[in-house]
């Protein structure tokens, strides 16, 4: 009697084992079990593919204005708090939220030129992703699943792979949701980093919202589940939106975000001529002004990867995963708004739509048994491992962007078909 108590003691979590009480699926990998050497040479596979993409000349147009304001900084000017760089707008108010992204985007410039600043976006990049991973492990996976959905994760996102402060807010995002995740999982995890990470995140990018949008679906869902308020996350939480006020504009840094929102509006002059602004189901297979050359690269993974969520989304709603339904609600609205927000779709909800997603259960929907399954999962990542091998050749020779007439070029060098280099020089 004793040892059975002790045994369920030690297994015990917020959330419950999904295959607690039945008999495991075939395939089914356990959080501490190591995947199936396959499984890990296809996904070494897919981190090299991630890798590759990170690897684009620098092309983003708002490289030069982060710039200029990090040196300004860096020079002892202190942040800026009117515009100090439109000479017929001097006193307009400005509040610089990506004022740390800045400083830190100078500093690797000024030590290895353009390709510092790639190579850091780089390990952006991967280390977001290996937090997903690290996440998605936290539950009971079908392997198959996640070689597939993060293969459809990196091409869907791999737009936004660039020199942008953004992707600071992927990693802090990621960081709160493993932490978050930890916890309904009941492996006694850190909540006191929350209001720390949150500290940095506000004085990197206004994208620090997303943290306390993550925070709050966690509380609900949890509140919800047990039947009373979750008193641990409330705590930190509030500490978490409290500890935003100490950036150097005070609550009006914290309260920028919601500013901003407004200008993002489709009917807006930015929404109208800013690609990025676009609903990827605008266009509905066609090219529009802002998108002249239909995207498609990214769009089909990432439909796919929005039908997935549906279902994950419902599957978890029936395991009674709230925390998990509403992370849902609103990444896939802002992946559904615009395409700048495709990649927080990956970020916030591929680890949950790994675990909610039941394609493991699809040896006992065609009657399979073990051996026969495990010949159809060998074969799928052996598939899956040659389609990221052929990805990564095609966008080494820049085919890949060619084929959608972008003008990202793979290489680490400044970006001479969209950066005015040589006027400059």
Known sequence: MVEKKSIKAKGHSNTGDRTSGKARPPGLVMPDEPLPLVFRIGLILIFGLLFIFTLKEVSSLDVGFHLRTGNYILEGNGWPRTDPFSYTFPHHVYID???????????????????ALIFFHSSLVLVCFY?????????????????????????AAEF?????????SWV????????????????????WLLPIILLIWVNCHNGFVLGWMAVGCFFVGLSIKQRRFDKRIFKWGSASVLVTVINPYHIHGVLFPFTLISSFRSGSLFGQ??????????SGGQTTVQLPFYPYTILVPYFILFAASLVAAVCLFRKQKYWAVLLFLPFLYLSAKMMRSIPLLVVACLPVMIYGLPLDHVGRLFRWGDRRYRRFTLVAALVLMLLTIGMASYVVTDAYYLST??????????????????AMN
Not at 160 to 168: I, N, Q
Not at 178 to 189: A, D, F, K, Q, V
Not at 273 to 282: M, R, T, Y
């Open 97 to 115: 939220s990506q004022w740390g992204y800045q400083v830190i985007l100078a500093l690797m410039e000024k030590i290895g030129g353009s390709a």
């Open 172 to 191: 802090f995002l990621a960081s709160v949701l493993y932490i978050l995740h930890r916890y309904t999982e009941g492996r006694n995890p850190p909540l």
């Open 273 to 282: 001529a800013i690609s990025e602004l676009v609903s990827p189901f605008a």
């Open 131 to 155: 937090l997903l991973y690290r996440t998605a492990r936290l539950m009971p996976i079908d392997p198959v699943t996640l070689l597939l959905l993060f293969f459809l994760s990196a091409a």
């Open 405 to 422: 007439r972008r003008v990202d070029r793979f290489g680490w060098d400044w970006n001479r078909t969209a950066l005015p280099v040589e």
């Open 160 to 168: 936004r792979f660039m020199a942008r402060p953004e992707l600071m």
